[in-house]
């Protein structure tokens, strides 16, 4: 085998690998960089899509993948938590702690002492540790102590939108450090400085989280939104969706027809349910990602297409697609039998008024 040489290490974009997994001694093979050495078999193992009798296949190389594309990727160390069927997407209180880190303009609302609802568009900035939100606002509009709720919204893709909104009181903070600290956090977000008698902060109880438009939500407490930790892929998520659904578009599709269970119910037995006419995602993160598709009747349908295992940056990330286009490949073209449970909930989208 042909290692590559160590400038091809940082040379990281998605591509699919070359080398076939089936034909991987572990036992033999290793990569080096610098002081830690990376058993391929690690980098690369599938604990969920098992080969088939693999000492006895033998595989050609795809042409149209760079032949070190796949070893590049080795430079990131692979997670050690494996994904298991509880842990397939973050939880609400990650979601929306990721929400409230990739957004800086919310809606706040309260009560006017006339007691009518009163709602205005607010810039807000997060302090890191609790998640706690920090708003510059004119104290004649609302009133420290009160009750208040902040919406706040991502776009992804154009596609989806998942909402936050967090409930508590609108806080005046009293304490000289916690003012010098919320002047920091905010310049650091807005590059401009603000007077500390225009800094309020929401007191968070509950917070409701939601996927998208017109669809339920989930309440939880303060507590789990203060444990919880943004996404680290949040960073990175957009320009990878991007380079995906532009240079990889065949990939998507190759994986929802592998490793989705696509039973879209068609009543015409001449329509081949394994095809899906349009395919994107529209999110990533460390547990997986999110993909958009069209069945054959035009329905539109939303699957979560979950990583062999957690991945903690971009290059984990990108390493994980890259041997999951590879292995989809080989299934595809029976090389692989596909022995392995695909993903089975699919949600239909009822709904793209947005």
Same mark, same amino acid.
């Given at each position: 085998?042909?290692?590559?040489?160590?400038?091809?290490?940082?040379?990281?974009?998605?591509?699919?690998?070359?080398?076939?997994?089936?034909?991987?001694?572990?036992?033999?093979?290793?990569?080096?960089?610098?002081? $830690?050495?990376?058993?391929?078999?690690?980098?690369?193992?599938?604990?969920?899509?098992?080969?088939?009798?693999?000492?006895?296949?033998?595989?050609?190389?795809?042409? /149209?993948?760079?032949?070190?594309? #796949? &070893?590049?990727?080795?430079?990131?160390?692979?997670?050690?938590?494996?994904?298991?069927?509880? %842990?397939?997407?973050?939880?609400?209180?990650?979601?929306? /702690?990721?929400?409230?880190?990739? @957004? %800086? =303009?919310?809606?706040?609302?309260?009560?006017?002492?006339?007691?009518?609802?009163?709602?205005?568009? =607010?810039?807000?900035? #997060?302090?890191?540790?609790?998640?706690?939100?920090? &708003?510059?606002?004119?104290?004649?509009?609302?009133?420290?102590?009160?009750?208040?709720?902040?919406? *706040?919204? &991502?776009?992804?893709?154009?596609?989806?939108?998942?909402?936050?909104?967090?409930?508590?009181?609108?806080?005046?903070?009293?304490?000289?450090?916690?003012?010098? +600290?919320?002047?920091?956090?905010?310049?650091?977000?807005?590059?401009?400085? =603000?007077?500390?008698?225009?800094?309020?902060? *929401?007191?968070?109880?509950?917070?409701?989280?939601?996927?998208?438009?017109?669809?339920?939500? =989930?309440?939880?407490? %303060?507590?789990?939104?203060?444990?919880?930790?943004?996404?680290?892929?949040?960073?990175?998520?957009?320009?990878?969706?991007?380079?995906?659904?532009?240079?990889?578009?065949?990939?998507?599709?190759?994986?929802?027809?592998?490793? !989705?269970?696509?039973?879209?119910?068609?009543?015409?037995?001449?329509?081949?349910?394994?095809?899906?006419?349009?395919?994107?995602?529209?999110? #990533?993160?460390?547990?997986?990602?999110? *993909?958009?598709? @069209?069945?054959?009747?035009?329905?539109?349908?939303?699957?979560?297409?979950?990583?062999?295992?957690?991945?903690?940056?971009?290059?984990?990330?990108?390493?994980?697609?890259?041997?999951?286009?590879?292995?989809?490949?080989?299934?595809?073209? $029976?090389?692989?039998?596909?022995?392995?449970?695909? !993903?089975?909930?699919?949600? +239909?989208?009822? %709904?793209?008024?947005?």
């Amino acid at each position: 085998m042909i290692l590559p040489t160590q400038s091809s290490l940082s040379n990281l974009s998605i591509h699919s690998p070359i080398i076939p997994l089936t034909t991987i001694n572990s036992s033999s093979t290793h990569h080096k960089h610098q002081s $830690h050495t990376l058993p391929l078999s690690t980098a690369i193992s599938f604990p969920q899509f098992k080969p088939h009798n693999a000492a006895a296949l033998t595989l050609k190389r795809r042409r /149209r993948f760079s032949p070190f594309r #796949v &070893l590049s990727s080795v430079a990131s160390p692979p997670a050690a938590t494996e994904i298991t069927s509880t %842990s397939t997407k973050p939880s609400p209180a990650e979601v929306s /702690r990721t929400i409230m880190e990739l @957004t %800086s =303009v919310a809606t706040l609302s309260t009560l006017t002492p006339q007691g009518f609802p009163l709602g205005i568009g =607010v810039r807000f900035a #997060v302090e890191p540790q609790q998640g706690t939100p920090i &708003l510059c606002l004119n104290p004649s509009f609302f009133p420290s102590d009160s009750k208040s709720s902040l919406h *706040v919204q &991502l776009e992804q893709c154009g596609l989806r939108t998942p909402q936050c909104t967090i409930q508590g009181c609108l806080d005046k903070p009293q304490d000289a450090s916690d003012l010098k +600290k919320f002047q920091s956090i905010w310049r650091k977000r807005f590059n401009e400085d =603000v007077d500390e008698e225009l800094i309020h902060i *929401v007191a968070v109880e509950r917070i409701l989280q939601t996927e998208d438009f017109m669809e339920d939500g =989930v309440w939880f407490t %303060s507590l789990d939104y203060k444990m919880a930790v943004p996404d680290p892929l949040r960073d990175y998520a957009e320009s990878i969706i991007q380079e995906i659904n532009t240079n990889n578009m065949e990939d998507i599709h190759r994986f929802c027809n592998v490793y !989705v269970d696509l039973n879209f119910q068609s009543p015409s037995p001449n329509i081949n349910p394994e095809v899906v006419s349009k395919a994107n995602m529209i999110w #990533v993160d460390r547990l997986g990602f999110d *993909v958009r598709l @069209t069945s054959p009747q035009n329905d539109v349908f939303e699957v979560r297409i979950p990583f062999p295992r957690e991945v903690t940056d971009e290059k984990g990330a990108k390493s994980s697609f890259n041997c999951m286009s590879q292995l989809a490949w080989e299934m595809e073209k $029976h090389y692989h039998a596909q022995d392995y449970k695909k !993903v089975n909930q699919v949600k +239909k989208i009822t %709904s793209r008024s947005h």
